[in-house]
């Protein structure tokens, strides 16, 4: 059985997009080099914090079927255009919260996401991700 739909608050900063690995230079024993990649801190710090309100949800983990996902990112800090707007691009954090997801085990596998509707707003007191999974009816 799956869910209709799932809702999930994550307090703190919206990920951006280099904030999900942090990239070294390694120094093999015969001197060669080699590039590697890890969990940025801020990245498993965004996943403590998924994590979290993934088990409050307390509901089923989506494990068939295709879903749409919706993802409000609220900044804390804003940028002055015509219009005052959330600091961070609209799509900054969009890897790192589905991937997240999918870490977390709300998602089985984040390839069922086939549609994504993406907003950034303000909110200097409390800035989060909100995600909403629903099924995906298919277009024909």
Same mark, same amino acid.
Request: charged share 30%; with cysteine; glycine share 8%.
């Given at each position: 059985?799956?869910?209709?739909?799932?809702?999930?608050?994550?307090? !703190?900063?919206?990920?951006?997009?280099?904030? +999900?690995? +942090?990239?070294?230079?390694?120094?093999?024993?015969? !001197?060669? +080099?080699?590039? !590697?990649?890890? +969990?940025?801190?801020?990245?498993?710090?965004?996943?403590?914090?998924?994590?979290?309100?993934?088990?409050?949800? %307390?509901?089923?983990?989506?494990?068939? !079927? #295709?879903?749409?996902? %919706?993802?409000?990112?609220?900044?804390?800090?804003?940028?002055?255009?015509?219009?005052?707007?959330?600091?961070?691009?609209?799509?900054?954090?969009? *890897?790192?919260?589905?991937?997240?997801?999918?870490?977390?085990?709300?998602?089985?596998?984040?390839? %069922?996401?086939?549609?994504?509707?993406?907003?950034?707003?303000?909110?200097? *007191? %409390?800035?989060?991700? *909100?995600? *909403? #999974?629903?099924?995906?009816?298919?277009?024909?």
């Amino acid at each position: 059985m799956t869910a209709e739909s799932i809702k999930l608050v994550i307090p !703190g900063k919206p990920p951006a997009k280099n904030d +999900k690995h +942090k990239v070294f230079v390694r120094t093999g024993q015969k !001197g060669g +080099k080699s590039i !590697g990649r890890m +969990k940025s801190e801020a990245y498993v710090a965004f996943l403590d914090r998924a994590l979290e309100a993934w088990l409050a949800t %307390r509901q089923e983990r989506i494990e068939s !079927g #295709l879903w749409m996902a %919706r993802i409000r990112a609220y900044w804390g800090s804003q940028r002055h255009l015509d219009h005052d707007v959330g600091l961070g691009d609209v799509d900054a954090p969009l *890897e790192c919260v589905l991937d997240a997801l999918q870490v977390v085990g709300a998602i089985d596998n984040d390839a %069922r996401v086939v549609a994504l509707i993406a907003t950034k707003h303000y909110d200097k *007191e %409390r800035p989060r991700v *909100e995600v *909403e #999974l629903r099924p995906w009816e298919v277009e024909e």
